[in-house]
């Protein structure tokens, strides 16, 4: 079946840094998704993308889905305390809401002020 | 503007009891609803899904059944609580145009 690999599985940094952390697919997506979780609360989405190549940004986040259709990365810039929290990449191979959404097993991100 | 909203958010209770989670979701007309689990704050076990009244997909064989008596709203249910239960469980909603999922704020289970 389709799998979702999101790395690294945990970051530890420094506020102010910049984060990257990226989702590879064994299969073809046309959806890639991005969400964030706080501790105890449900996962918000941050960025969709439906398009190979397409690059959007959300305030300090930017999200790329890739050309491949396989995989996808999100970056954080210039990190703050607030960032901290659990981030998952989920992709769909049908449209719309055709397919089974898959979700990645999270980057957990600790800031450090 | 489109809300969900999932209720208890904290449940304690013993092996054996029934369960019963609520989730109801507005501003949106027949849409797919999904509960999923999630334990040990890590990844999201997707349990049952709905693509109208009365229709529903079950993921996995468990413990668990679930029902949509009402077009915006979905029950996630068990006659008799196992400890494996215990988790965070989270009722979510997607658009049909995009496939977007909507998550609620979560239910927090403890079976003791």
């Known amino acids: 079946g389709q799998q979702l690999n999101q790395s690294p599985q945990s970051m530890f940094i420094q506020e102010g840094e910049d984060v990257s952390m990226n989702c590879t697919s064994s299969s073809i997506f046309n959806t890639w998704l991005w969400y964030k979780q706080d501790p105890g609360e449900g996962p918000v989405l941050l960025i969709a993308l439906y398009k190979a190549g397409e690059l959007t940004s959300n305030g300090r986040l930017t999200a790329q889905f890739g050309i491949t259709r396989k995989d996808s990365f999100l970056n954080i810039s210039a990190s703050i305390p607030s960032d901290v929290g659990i981030y998952f990449c989920a992709g769909r191979s049908g449209s719309g809401n055709t397919g089974k959404l898959i979700f990645g097993q999270g980057t957990t991100l600790q800031v450090k002020p | 503007s489109q809300t969900i909203h999932q209720w208890p958010a904290t449940l304690v209770q013993p092996v054996g009891s029934p369960l019963s989670l609520e989730c109801t979701v507005e501003g949106t007309s027949n849409p797919n609803l999904y509960w999923y689990r999630q334990a040990a704050g890590r990844g999201l076990q997707l349990l049952f899904y709905?693509?109208?009244?009365?229709?529903i997909s079950s993921e996995v064989p468990q413990n668990l059944s679930a029902s949509r008596p009402q077009d915006r709203q979905f029950i996630l249910s068990s006659k008799k609580l196992l400890l494996s239960d215990s988790g965070f469980y989270l009722c979510?909603?997607?658009?049909?145009?995009?496939?977007?999922?909507?998550f609620g704020e979560g239910s927090r289970l403890t079976v003791l």
């Open positions: 709905s693509v109208g009244i009365g229709q």
């Open positions: 979510a909603w997607s658009v049909r145009s995009t496939g977007e999922l909507f």
